[in-house]
């Protein structure tokens, strides 16, 4: 019998959707609703609501990497005031945060092969999007497809072939 998915767990799927879907950049209209924002806030909120997850998690400063990430988060804040251009540094800070946010939740969420082959299905089922709608799409780039702003050609390539790759274990492996 399979393990029950908690809801921390699908709130951050669905962080997955639309963090790497940017399906708030298909449908404009979503643009203004902030779903992105929602979506972190929502998917921290369900895993700090959730006590089974919290007791199943790793502590984020016993892993290495993550306190890795900490110190350059830590660095780049520390260098923000001898910056040539504040601002910039500022946002690049927070756009490096919200990174560790996806980070940190990757790390106490995923415990298994289980729920690391559903954040790969799930990662594949947001690249599909993209890959749909960017063929559907009439904008290109220098004869390549694109569909979202903050993908250009080359990204959604990268991410395809890492993605795809594992997808096809996957599916190998569920045979």
Known sequence: MAKRTSPAFWGFLGLILIYIGRIQEIFLFLAPLHIGKIAVILAVLLY?????ARKKALPLFECKQF?????LLLLGCLSIPFSMWS???FDMVLTFARVGVFFG???LLVHSLED????IWTTALALFTIVVFSMMSKTNVAGRY???GTYDPNDLALLIAVTLPLVFYLFRRSK
């Open 146 to 148: 694109f569909a979202t």
């Open 48 to 52: 700090l609501s959730d006590k089974t």
């Open 105 to 107: 939740l990757t790390l």
């Open 116 to 119: 690391v082959g559903r954040v």
């Open 67 to 71: 306190k890795l990430y900490f110190i």
């Open 87 to 89: 601002g910039r540094s």
